[in-house]
């Protein structure tokens, strides 16, 4: 794998471009890259709408049940979902739901898949890891901290999670990982003194890590999006400080718009769309307007609530200019019939939406970084964003209907 | 039939030993409809998480979709259809569409539903202090706001299996009823009426109902009243008789019939168009339809299985995943939208199949081999019967 920073200049964030992956050579990646979390959306869906070249993120917790599939297979996960030319970024928890509270046993860490709590230790992921063989994954790692967690916990967390990377790496020598490259998980919640010590661990081992995730800052689901702001900048900007600068820097989770662009401009360069597939799951389609040339905003604000029954005979799409397949082919009255009805379609629509929003944002977020014009366009969504309480709070299991 | 008929319905072949055969419907002029032909179910303006663009995807190709009158008369209702300009404007599908009357869903749903010989009343299922009245008039008002190229008469419906004056009474009404609908339809020259063969398990009031039928101005025809739990002795017989005494050059729809083996047997008595809820609906249990009836993917003894649901099956879903796949995403949506796609493609190319045959002349061959897999023991009786009574002998 090759990871090439484009020369630094004087303005924010970094252009990078990921490229000679073992497993998919030719492909190449820009970042700040955009993940695809969890959508739901079958290959087929997903190549009528227009979304060829992704990266997925696959989380332990969602896939850990086609272990056993995974280890006759031998092809790999990415071929098993049916993506087989698409990247894959294998985490440990969808950053999409909350996390469950759990009792942390010792050498272990407390996930709620499917069917309900399983205790992972580092071999039972490396298994995992072995037999689904993604492009990259996550160390193991016990993230449980957030913003007024205590000391003493994230104290813990930084110890559990050295003894889990320990372990991996054990691991990782003992199989034979194919193309897997490891990306080190670093914890130390808000405190700059855990995060040096993480940071000192992972560094012993540096020459197996080829990139770092910023872990422990939120619990993921709606945690992410209101996230203190100045806190999270802080304690990321001196974990980058730290850290190699040429190596790339992951954070997962539903980050506001706004706030990725904080996090774009510190440095971080890959990201997720939890934050797209929340909106979805809470039955809003995006509309944020992030087109510095057109600069005009909608009265209707930043995401609009499908199920609004004044949109029952509204047969405009949801972004008039918006080029993806539910705004080309579908109008607001439908997508309000198909959610009032419980349709499956309805869900669908609206993540297809959100993800080619969020999708063509990255692409404007890697343009401004190249006119050097973030900080316009982080205006631009401060502006639309600013006041606005929208709620994101998704469980996990929520039960289908129909 | 003239050139600018909205319908106009063309045997292009037929079986040299059964009543099967192969034709074209044309709706208004511009979709194409090729039959023996399948109608999936899309009650609410949709099929169950699939795209419009997967159903139009060459190998999927389906060219004909069904909407429930009643649901889509309760939602959007008929003020956002009306202001759309129709089903299809709103759902974004521009091939045929089919709607039934309402009456059928309102007694089967709607416990407190009562036939008059003025339509169907019922209670409002929102507001139980209102009562609300179906009329012929008012079923074909609100056919022609939703805008289906085929639209349904409203019929005297009774349990299949009743017997008794009842059953005379709603053959009867249905023909009364038939004038009223014709005579309601503001849209004749694009959406074309079909009648409804009633008279229970009668041979004679089938008769009746068929002869009276066909005198009307109509340009095709549904066998209703069956597939509610008669005894497949009696359906059999029934479907044959009804085909016998319809026209041959106007296309006979049978409702609510969709399982493989059934769809077979009535193609051989000469049924061209089905529609059928079962195929979607199981999909959403869990289930996929297969030559040899149908496999439960919640079933442990999935989870490491690496092959498609079929190999030989030309659909995304067994193009691109295994059966292991769609067990460890059972509940998920995307279950639901894999499972629908092969089991809609599963129908419509048994559907492809039958055409093929037929073309060819070669139908009874291919049932006798569909059927030899469907049931490699013993085969049901009744199958044998009805096959036999169109000169397959299985
Ligand atoms: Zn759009
Ligand atoms: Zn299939």
């Known amino acids: ?402 | 039939m003239t050139g600018n008929s909205p319908l106009t319905f063309q045997v292009l072949s037929k079986c040299s030993k059964t009543k099967a055969r192969r034709g074209l419907m044309m709706l208004r002029q511009t979709k194409p409809v090729e039959t023996p032909v399948f109608m999936p179910v899309g009650t609410q303006g949709t099929l169950k998480g699939v795209l419009v663009n997967q159903l139009k995807m060459d190998n999927m190709n389906c060219q004909i979709m069904l909407g429930n009158t009643y649901h889509l008369g309760m939602r959007p209702g008929p003020e956002i259809l009306k202001k759309i300009g129709g089903l299809h404007k709103f759902m974004a599908w521009d091939r045929a569409l089919l709607t039934d009357s309402g009456g059928f869903q309102m007694v089967s749903l709607l416990q407190l539903a009562e036939i008059t010989e003025q339509g169907v009343k019922f209670q409002s299922p929102f507001d139980t202090s209102t009562e609300c009245m179906l009329t012929p008039e008012e079923s074909i008002k609100l056919q022609n706001v939703i805008g289906a190229d085929i639209i349904m008469q409203l019929d005297d419906v009774v349990k299949t299996t009743t017997t008794g004056p009842r059953v005379e009474e709603a053959m009867h009404r249905t023909i009364r009823w038939i004038d009223r609908c014709l005579e309601a339809n503001e849209r004749n020259d694009d959406q074309s009426i079909f009648p409804i063969v009633q008279g229970g398990l009668q041979p004679e009031l089938r008769k009746q109902c068929a002869e009276a039928l066909t005198k009307r101005d109509v340009r095709g025809f549904a066998v209703g009243g069956l597939s509610g739990g008669e005894s497949k002795d009696d359906f059999w017989k029934i479907v044959s008789l009804s085909t016998d005494l319809l026209p041959n050059d106007k296309p006979r729809y049978l409702m609510g019939v969709g399982f493989a083996s059934d769809l077979i047997v009535c193609v051989a008595l000469g049924i061209d168009m089905f529609d059928c809820v079962f195929p979607t609906r199981t999909a959403r249990f869990g289930c996929a339809l297969v030559r040899s009836g149908q496999l439960n993917l919640r079933k442990q003894t999935y989870e490491c299985d690496l092959t498609p649901i079929d190999e030989k099956c030309g659909c995304s879903t067994c193009k691109t995943y295994t059966k292991a796949y769609i067990h460890a995403v059972i509940n998920e949506p995307i279950m639901c939208s894999l499972l629908t796609i092969h089991n809609v493609y599963f129908q419509l190319q048994l559907m492809r199949d039958m055409r093929d045959a037929i073309e060819s002349d070669k139908f009874p061959e291919f049932v006798k081999t569909y059927m030899n897999e469907l049931y490699p023991e013993e085969k049901p009786k009744w199958i044998v019967d009805a096959l036999k009574s169109v000169n397959v002998d299985l």
Not at chain 1, 3 to 30: H, M, N, Q
Not at chain 1, 180 to 195: D, L, N, P, Q, W
Not at chain 1, 216 to 221: A, K
């Open chain 1, 1 to 402: 794998m090759k990871f090439v920073i484009e020369p630094a200049k004087k303005c924010a964030g970094r252009l990078g471009l990921l490229t000679g992956i073992d497993r998919i050579p030719d492909k190449s990646y820009k970042t700040p890259l955009l993940l695809f979390t969890e959508q739901n959306l079958s290959r087929e869906v997903l190549e009528i709408s227009g979304f060829q070249n992704i990266a997925v993120l696959l989380s332990f917790d969602c896939s850990v049940q086609m272990t056993n599939a995974l280890k006759l297979y031998k092809k790999g996960i990415s071929e098993f979902i049916g993506l087989k030319e698409c990247l894959t970024f294998v985490t440990i928890k969808n950053p999409c739901y909350p996390c469950l509270t759990g009792h942390h046993e010792k050498g272990s860490l407390p996930v709620y898949k499917k069917s309900g709590k399983i205790n992972v230790t580092s071999e039972d992921y490396m298994t995992f890891i072995k037999e689904s063989m993604p492009d990259f994954f996550v160390t193991l790692a016990d993230g449980d901290t957030w913003h007024d967690c205590s000391k003493k916990r994230i104290i813990k967390s930084n110890e559990r999670s050295n003894e889990m990377l320990d372990e991996c790496i054990k691991h990782q020598q003992g199989i034979k990982v194919k193309w897997s490259k490891m990306i080190g998980t670093v914890e130390g919640g808000y405190s700059e003194h855990e995060r040096r010590k993480s940071v000192d661990h992972i560094k012993q081992h540096d020459e197996k890590i080829i990139g770092y995730f910023i872990d422990g800052l939120h619990r993921n689901g709606h945690d992410a999006v209101s996230l203190d702001s100045i806190k999270v900048n802080e304690i990321v900007k001196y974990t980058l400080s730290i850290l190699p600068h040429d190596k790339i820097k992951i954070m997962l989770g539903a980050f506001l718009p706004n706030q990725v662009l904080e996090l774009v401009s510190i440095g971080i360069d890959v990201f997720d769309s939890s934050f797209a597939i929340l909106v979805s799951k809470m039955n809003r389609a995006l509309t944020f307007n992030f087109n510095l040339q057109n600069p005009a905003l909608l009265d209707s604000g930043p995401e609009i609530d499908l199920t609004d029954s004044k949109y029952k005979d509204d047969f405009s799409p949801f972004v008039e200019s918006c080029q993806c397949l539910t705004c080309k082919q579908h109008t607001k009255a439908y997508t309000n019939h198909l959610l009032n009805t419980k349709e499956l379609l309805g869900p669908m629509l609206l993540t297809i939406h959100n993800l080619h929003h969020y999708k063509m944002y990255f692409e404007a977020i890697r343009e401004c970084i190249k006119n050097d014009e973030l900080s316009d366009l982080k205006e631009m969504i401060d502006v639309q964003y600013k006041n606005k309480t929208f709620s994101y709070e998704v469980q996990k299991n929520v039960a289908q209907t129909n």
